[in-house]
């Protein structure tokens, strides 16, 4: 009995020193995960950050592969013609943008670019899309003139601001056929990033591009899929909780020259006939003909500009309308579906906005971003009907101390 005793004692014992162990400083793991599992996770062998994405990372980068014989085909004219000026826009957010990286060569659309001048051709005008702090729905709006007009051979769209649900989805599934549809017939590639917790909107993203037979580089998954085996650290490639560093640019640039090096070292093994795009749609294509209008545009009649006579600013858009004395402004257009995008600051001073729609008030607007991270510009639907009307809009500012507020431009559809 005694040496039962004993033995129950050195196993129990045994077990508090395996538990204690695992306890290094690190978040602990959830209560439900068994010991083994802790084990595993803290001793598995880490990836060497300064050679870049692992194999494996690289592997489960390309979530799905598609049709490629667009982006075949493109690559082929490059390389059959070392002259030929290949056109590259990346679409997207502040990552796009280049957030976080540390000098401009560093961001991943410019190492991509470098990429190509060194394995594809010299001859590539990339265009850099990318504007923070935005989503789809913006994008859609204003894809025409920021990427279509330009008539591009290779399109990448990444908007890590998308949340994963039925709005978004509609939003994306517009932007992606407007973008096959180009007459051109351009390569379109989606790019999905992750947060540090995996929030992303992959999964409603990728439906769309499933249906489209559209190519996805998936960061999330390659990342993810580390940080939770315990091999990766998400601080060693971000220095918040969803911008790659340099490191991360990196990676996330290997994933993409990984996947297009495939083709191109292999290019005579793949279909190079591109096709017409006349899929139907994965939605209702909400935003088919969406675009940004402002005081250039003969499609907005001001009926009252009343106190928003100054010239709102920021970043490409230039010609909205700005108080600092509240007041309203009256506005006629014609639309299905109205957005507007506008300034939110930080600085206390822009206020909150009533928007009425025929005389019916649709939704409450706020400019204050006090305490927040930064100005930065931000899109909401206003308005969505079935029909195409004519409409009248007011936008007035409550009373209060806070009187600026800047709307940068309207969103048709």
Request: aromatic share 8%; proline share 2%.
């Given at each position: 009995?005694?040496?039962?005793?004993?033995?129950?004692?050195?196993?129990?014992?045994?077990?508090?020193?395996?538990?204690?162990?695992?306890?290094n400083?690190?978040?602990?793991?959830?209560?439900?995960?068994?010991?083994s599992?802790?084990?595993?996770?803290?001793?598995?062998?880490?990836?060497?950050?300064?050679?870049?994405?692992?194999?494996?990372?690289?592997?489960?980068?390309?979530?799905?592969?598609?049709?490629?014989?667009?982006?075949?085909?493109?690559?082929?004219?490059?390389?059959?013609?070392?002259?030929?000026?290949?056109?590259?826009?990346?679409?997207?957010?502040?990552?796009?943008?280049?957030?976080?990286?540390?000098?401009?060569?560093?961001?991943?659309?410019?190492?991509?670019?470098?990429?190509?001048?060194?394995?594809?051709?010299y001859?590539?005008?990339?265009?850099?899309?990318?504007?923070?702090?935005?989503?789809?729905?913006?994008?859609?709006?204003?894809?025409?003139?920021?990427?279509?007009?330009?008539?591009?051979?290779?399109i990448f769209?990444?908007f890590?601001?998308?949340?994963?649900?039925?709005?978004?989805?509609?939003?994306?599934?517009?932007?992606?056929?407007?973008?096959?549809?180009?007459?051109?017939?351009?390569?379109?590639?989606?790019?999905?990033?992750?947060?540090?917790?995996?929030?992303?909107?992959?999964?409603?993203?990728?439906?769309?591009?499933?249906?489209?037979?559209v190519?996805?580089i998936?960061?999330?998954?390659?990342i993810?899929?580390?940080?939770?085996?315990?091999?990766?650290?998400?601080?060693?490639?971000?220095?918040?909780?969803?911008?790659?560093?340099?490191?991360?640019?990196?990676?996330?640039?290997q994933?993409?020259?990984?996947?297009?090096?495939?083709?191109?070292?292999?290019?005579?093994?793949?279909?190079?006939?591109?096709?017409?795009?006349?899929?139907?749609?994965?939605?209702?294509?909400?935003?088919?003909?969406?675009?940004?209008?402002?005081?250039?545009?003969?499609?907005?009649?001001?009926?009252?500009?009343?106190?928003?006579?100054?010239?709102?600013?920021?970043?490409?858009f230039?010609?909205?309308?700005?108080?600092?004395?509240?007041?309203?402004?009256?506005?006629?257009?014609?639309?299905?579906?109205?957005?507007?995008?506008?300034?939110?600051?930080?600085?206390?001073?822009?206020?909150n906005?009533?928007?009425?729609?025929?005389?019916?008030?649709?939704?409450?607007?706020?400019?204050?971003?006090?305490?927040?991270?930064?100005?930065?510009?931000?899109?909401?639907?206003?308005?969505?009907?079935?029909?195409?009307?004519?409409?009248?809009?007011?936008?007035?500012?409550?009373?209060?101390?806070?009187?600026n507020?800047?709307?940068?431009?309207?969103?048709?559809?």
């Amino acid at each position: 009995m005694i040496k039962k005793i004993i033995c129950m004692a050195t196993s129990l014992l045994m077990l508090i020193s395996i538990m204690t162990a695992c306890d290094n400083g690190d978040s602990q793991s959830s209560v439900d995960e068994s010991v083994s599992s802790t084990v595993e996770s803290k001793t598995a062998e880490k990836i060497d950050i300064s050679k870049g994405a692992s194999e494996k990372m690289l592997e489960r980068s390309v979530l799905f592969e598609g049709d490629t014989s667009r982006l075949a085909e493109k690559l082929n004219n490059a390389l059959s013609d070392k002259e030929y000026m290949t056109k590259i826009c990346f679409l997207g957010d502040s990552i796009t943008q280049g957030s976080s990286a540390q000098s401009s060569s560093n961001q991943y659309v410019n190492r991509f670019k470098t990429w190509w001048e060194e394995n594809v051709s010299y001859f590539v005008d990339v265009t850099n899309a990318g504007i923070g702090a935005t989503d789809s729905y913006l994008g859609v709006h204003r894809v025409q003139t920021d990427v279509l007009d330009l008539k591009p051979d290779i399109i990448f769209i990444e908007f890590i601001n998308d949340s994963d649900d039925f709005f978004f989805k509609s939003a994306m599934d517009s932007l992606v056929r407007k973008c096959m549809a180009l007459e051109n017939n351009p390569a379109v590639v989606l790019i999905e990033m992750t947060m540090d917790n995996g929030a992303s909107a992959q999964n409603v993203h990728s439906e769309v591009a499933k249906a489209y037979n559209v190519p996805v580089i998936s960061y999330h998954d390659a990342i993810m899929a580390e940080i939770n085996a315990g091999t990766l650290n998400w601080k060693d490639i971000s220095p918040d909780n969803i911008h790659p560093n340099d490191i991360g640019h990196g990676m996330l640039a290997q994933m993409l020259t990984s996947f297009v090096g495939k083709i191109k070292d292999n290019i005579d093994s793949y279909d190079k006939q591109s096709k017409p795009f006349d899929a139907k749609p994965v939605t209702e294509d909400k935003y088919a003909d969406a675009r940004c209008v402002d005081r250039q545009s003969s499609e907005v009649t001001v009926i009252d500009e009343g106190s928003f006579t100054e010239t709102a600013s920021f970043g490409r858009f230039g010609a909205g309308w700005g108080t600092t004395t509240g007041g309203s402004a009256t506005f006629e257009m014609e639309f299905k579906n109205l957005g507007m995008l506008y300034m939110k600051t930080i600085d206390g001073l822009s206020g909150n906005v009533t928007i009425t729609v025929d005389g019916k008030e649709v939704k409450p607007v706020s400019g204050d971003f006090s305490g927040g991270w930064g100005n930065y510009m931000k899109a909401d639907e206003i308005y969505t009907s079935d029909e195409r009307a004519k409409h009248t809009i007011t936008v007035t500012v409550n009373d209060g101390d806070k009187k600026n507020f800047k709307i940068l431009s309207w969103m048709l559809s």
